[in-house]
């Protein structure tokens, strides 16, 4: 139970988290994953390597440090938490090893004249309260999404029944049950997790679903990332025919019903969650502008599939956007998407619901211009693919 006497310390030590923040998390993350790999394959190398892991734990401690006397004030970050977990399988189990490996990095990293054993209660009493609420809240979703029609609990084999190139980076895998039973339902903007053996090593990815729900099937699209484990080794090892260990879909950036026009923006290969989104809302009559970003028409994937759903809805709007261009390109604009080009593009009372997805540099310039241009805080939506961190 924390007591308001730990909470007061736990406050006290927000200053230190805003300025050491993240080299205490490095230093827990390279105790952890040193010296308990059964946890390994929950964490992808590369955010450990860009130091992308570190950053949004740090993020996400300060936060929780900042408002502990008010958790509601945190918004959707525990609900983004919530759902990285239940989509790379956290079970119980993993909580005490974490929250003693960020019990002894606090030590270490602030010292024993900082650290005192009081300052350590607390801060385990606080994790412990947040682990709860965590485990908690995991296990509803492992429940519920073992309970619905078609779905299941922890991995279930799926088969590569197509394997479709997008573009030059990008690759779509079709997957359908082994056992040819149902699948269930997901909401537009959701990601799968599969389960990977690479080089004799597990290791655990989330990938954004790319296309509505039918029941039978389920599609990811993945982008080949220079260096990737994961990603080249769905490009270059999993084919047609092959078997992947798939956990149920999670995520809480998804689409929610209204009037208002939406404005959906992406660049890159964020484009894949927004593809049910869109086709979503085009099952009424809602104004839709679809603005996507590339890098040139080569790694454009997916374009005749929404150039054909503007030319079936009059109620779609497509805007196009490449780094470079050609005249054969046929694009709305060329360079990097500006606030004034953006702010040419949307509904002209700025009441819009806009979710957005892309590059974190992309994601940032995005967010600044929408603030700029008067959209409503309440009214904007994103998502990371890796870590969240503060998009500042």
């Known amino acids: 139970m924390l007591t308001e006497s730990q909470k007061a310390i736990v406050r006290s030590t927000v200053p230190l988290l805003e300025t050491g923040g993240e080299a205490l998390t490095t230093h827990f993350y390279r105790i952890m994953l040193s010296e308990h790999p059964e946890v390994r394959p929950l964490f992808n190398s590369a955010h450990q390597q860009t130091g992308a892991q570190p950053r949004a734990l740090a993020h996400s401690v300060l936060m929780y440090a900042k408002h502990i006397d008010r958790l509601e004030a945190l918004g959707d970050l525990p609900a983004q938490i919530i759902n990285k977990h239940v989509a790379l399988q956290v079970q119980p189990g993993h909580y005490p090893i974490v929250g003693a490996c960020l019990l002894r990095a606090i030590r270490e990293v602030l010292g024993a004249e900082i650290a005192t054993d009081e300052v350590i209660a607390a801060w385990g009493a606080a994790y412990q309260q947040l682990a709860d609420i965590l485990i908690g809240a995991e296990a509803q979703a492992y429940d519920r999404n073992a309970g619905v029609p078609g779905g299941w609990r922890g991995e279930r084999a799926f088969i590569v029944q197509m394997k479709v190139e997008e573009s030059s980076e990008i690759t779509s895998f079709h997957l359908v049950p082994a056992d040819g039973g149902a699948v269930m339902a ?104 679809f603005i996507h970003c590339a890098r040139e028409r080569g790694v454009h994937a997916f374009r005749e599939q929404i150039d054909t759903l503007a030319r079936q809805h009059p109620q779609l709007t497509r805007r196009y956007c490449y780094d470079r261009a050609t005249p054969a390109d046929a694009v709305d604009a060329e360079g990097l998407l500006t606030a004034e080009q953006l702010g040419e593009w949307l509904p002209a009372s700025r009441d819009a619901d806009v979710y957005f997805l892309g590059p974190r540099g992309f994601m940032r310039s995005v967010k600044q211009s929408l603030a700029q241009l008067g959209v409503p805080q309440e009214q904007v939506h994103y998502e990371f693919f890796g870590p969240a961190e503060a998009l500042a």
Do not use: C, W
């Open 186 to 289: 997901h909401e537009p903007g959701q990601y799968l997790g599969l389960r990977l053996i690479i080089d004799g090593e597990e290791q655990r990815r989330n990938y954004s679903i790319s296309a509505p729900s039918n029941g039978r099937s389920l599609r990811i699209s993945v982008k080949r990332e220079p260096g990737g484990k994961a990603s080249n080794h769905l490009h270059d090892a999993v084919h047609e025919g092959d078997t992947l260990q798939v956990f149920p879909p999670a995520g809480n950036f998804t689409l929610r019903q209204g009037d208002r026009p939406l404005v959906l923006i992406s660049g890159g290969v964020g484009i894949t969650p927004t593809l049910p989104m869109l086709q979503a809302a085009l099952q009424g009559e809602r104004e839709v502008t």
